[in-house]
C-alpha cells in the first residue's frame, strides 16, 4: 500500500514540476486528476500482471483456482471502470461549456 502511496505522489510531482517547466498558470486540481488517474492505473496494471504471473498456482485446490480467478477479473473490471473516469469529466466538461453558452445568451 505505502508503494502505491510513494508511486501516486511521485506522479504528482512530476506532473507538477513538468507544468512548471513549462511555465503553465492557473492548473487546477482537476487536470492533475486528469493526468494522474491515467498514469496511476497504467502503473497499477503493470504491478497486478507482474503479480499474476509470479504467483504459482500449481499446488491450489479448485476452490482456490477459482477465487483467484474470480479475483483477477474483479481487478481488471476495476481497471477498465477508472480508464473510463477521464472520459466521462471530459464529456462533462464540454456539456457544461455548451449549456454555459446557451444560457448566457
Known sequence: ???VYELDNMLVAFIRALFASLRLKGI???VYALLTVPLVLILA???FNQFTANVDTTGWSTQANSTFQKIQNSTYSG???G???PFIIIAATIVGII???VTVK
Open 1 to 3: 500500500m505505502e508503494v
Open 28 to 30: 487546477s486540481n482537476l
Open 45 to 47: 496494471v503493470a504491478i
Open 79 to 81: 481497471f477498465n471502470l
Open 83 to 85: 480508464s473510463m473516469l
Open 99 to 101: 449549456i454555459g453558452m
